[in-house]
């Protein structure tokens, strides 16, 4: 009698806080689970029972984590949660599934090098989340967690793409910060820099990549910049699949070929020459798809590894001579 209380007590004060919170703001939420705990109420409902009684309140978006070893795929499904029910123990989320299967895959392997790392960034928050928290645990997620999971899901719908329209609106007034910034800088930095359509540019790219480095996370628009990928001597293209958003040191070792895109646009290749141990990062990190958008095309990716590796060979070349000369 005392447990089914204290659960109902639990229940009430979790909805009463979600539709306080809900009046202020979107919140989402994320689970993990053993596969086996999911069951399919309908074509687009799931319920998922955890062992916990815990944050979950109607309204909430909610991602699925299922367990790797006990045959899950890391990140499962997304959807709202519709209702929530205490009993037993037990907590049991009904929820409307958008979708069940991501893009691409995000695992456990994936998130263990940014654990307890000293890097900024959705990556290594959802590994600490992850990989670290209890069983019995849901987490919530800030908006940059949310917005990194939903990149791996087809295009949120309209109406779920509403309870964003405030983060928009300050998302944009960033943007044009940025882009100000950045234009700026670049004037001051020579007529090289200023290039024809780069305020258009910049502004693609950052609404893509919700402005945020796709390298390292940060999300301060006066670091960032809009990086070509492929270099044409004679006319910039200017389309998205031809740029990435970087901080601005990364974007320096970009375009010096001290680094490249691996050959998916996931990962990063970084030169021997970049021996600075506060880039050591930079050899594990998981590159950020945009948001929105075309991701990077292999077509422009070769064409920078093309370049990253005439950089290499033209280096040990170099050294080559120097040491045949002592």
Request: net charge positive; proline share 4%; hydrophobic share 30%.
């Amino acid at each position: 009698m005392l447990k089914a209380r204290f659960f109902q007590s639990v229940h009430s004060n979790i909805l009463a806080a979600t539709c306080r919170q809900k009046t202020n703001r979107h919140m989402a939420i994320i689970v993990k689970c053993a596969p086996s705990n999911i069951s399919r109420s309908g074509e687009r409902t799931a319920n998922v029972r955890i062992n916990s009684a815990q944050r979950g309140g109607p309204g909430e978006g909610i991602f699925v984590w299922t367990f790797e070893t006990k045959g899950g795929c890391g990140l499962h499904m997304r959807g709202t949660v519709q209702a929530v029910d205490f009993s037993g123990g037990f907590t049991t989320l009904s929820i409307l599934v958008s979708e069940e299967k991501p893009l691409r895959p995000l695992k456990n392997s994936m998130l263990a090098p940014h654990k307890n790392s000293s890097e900024e960034g959705p990556l290594q928050t959802l590994a600490d989340k992850l990989l670290g928290y209890s069983l019995r645990g849901i987490r919530n997620l800030d908006a940059g967690e949310e917005r990194y999971l939903d990149s791996f899901f087809l295009p949120t719908s309209r109406s779920h793409q509403s309870a964003h329209n405030a983060d928009d609106r300050s998302l944009d007034r960033d943007i044009d910060d940025g882009v100000s910034h950045e234009i700026d800088r670049q004037r001051r930095q020579g007529a090289r820099a200023t290039r024809p359509q780069q305020a258009a540019f910049s502004r693609k790219l950052r609404r893509n990549y919700q402005n945020r480095c796709a390298v390292t996370g940060c999300v301060t628009s006066a670091a960032l910049q809009a990086a070509h990928i492929r270099i044409r001597p004679d006319q910039d293209d200017n389309r998205s699949e031809n740029g990435i958003l970087l901080r601005s040191d990364i974007h320096a070792l970009f375009d010096t070929y001290l680094i490249t895109l691996s050959e998916d646009g996931t990962r990063l290749e970084v030169s021997p020459e970049l021996a600075d141990p506060g880039y050591a990062f930079l050899r594990t990190v998981i590159v950020r798809a945009p948001v929105k958008g075309p991701r990077p095309s292999s077509e422009n990716i070769s064409d920078h590894r093309c370049r990253f590796r005439k950089r290499q060979q033209s280096q040990s070349n170099n050294a080559r001579r120097r040491s045949g000369t002592k």
